[in-house]
């Protein structure tokens, strides 16, 4: 198995432009998240999805902070518009439902400048 | 607000001896707990874990402890070596809802 995928694995953008980061979770999972890891408030969770429903988007910063899982292989997190304080390294994990193990992608590091 | 609380944000010791890591909670409702690895470059990889029924799990050098009426759990890694350098988070899991501590940096000198 190829384990979660991500892309891209590095993103730099300009202030004000679109962001869009996506996920491909372990085939046969049926759970997935969206982790964004700052030096200062570690690793958070923004968005979680079970059966591609969202469950929790309470961690999700603000309206500027979207996501969508079409299908149970494929998540994308949107960021429109981005701002400075954007900038962190954001994870994807994946996991079979009432299975507390997540399998963690290799995350996407994002510069907004 | 953070649940999940890893107050050191680095630990350095002696290849051979042990490595405490320590984490601390306030919902009482987390069932499930959880150490991650995570190496630089990489996404954090599953370690070990332990129910809140259980208050010890051991899987080789690692044996991870859970004080429940403390809201507290500690990973303990003897003897360390110096492969066992990463950033480690304490998680914990109630339903599927997963919230992290800000991981402690350990260092383990040869």
């Known amino acids: 198995d190829a384990g979660v995928i991500q892309s891209p694995r590095h993103e730099v953008t300009e202030m004000g432009q679109e962001v869009t980061l996506r996920c491909k979770p372990i085939?046969?999972?049926?759970?997935l998240f969206w982790y964004r890891q700052t030096m200062m408030r570690g690793l958070e969770l923004l968005i979680y999805f079970n059966n591609n429903v969202p469950i929790d988007d309470s961690g999700m910063p603000e309206d500027r902070f979207s996501a969508k899982m079409p299908n149970a292989s494929f998540s994308t997190l949107k960021i429109q518009p981005s701002e400075p304080r954007d900038s962190a390294v954001y994870f994807c994990a994946s996991s079979f439902s009432g299975i507390a193990e997540q399998y963690f992608g290799p995350g996407t590091r994002l510069t907004v400048t | 607000d953070q649940q999940v609380k890893q107050n050191s944000p680095s630990l350095s010791v002696q290849e051979g001896r042990i490595s405490i890591l320590n984490c601390d909670y306030t919902n009482s409702m987390f069932d499930y707990f959880l150490w991650y690895k995570k190496y630089p470059a990489e996404g954090p990889t599953f370690l070990i874990s332990i129910s809140s029924i259980k208050d010890k799990n051991e899987d080789g050098r690692f044996t991870v402890f859970l004080n429940k009426s403390a809201k507290h759990l500690s990973l303990h890694i003897v003897p360390s070596q110096p492969g066992d350098s990463a950033v480690y988070f304490c998680a914990a899991s109630v339903n599927n809802d997963m919230r992290f501590g800000a991981g402690t940096r350990l260092t383990v000198k040869p």
């Open positions: 085939s046969g999972h049926n759970s």
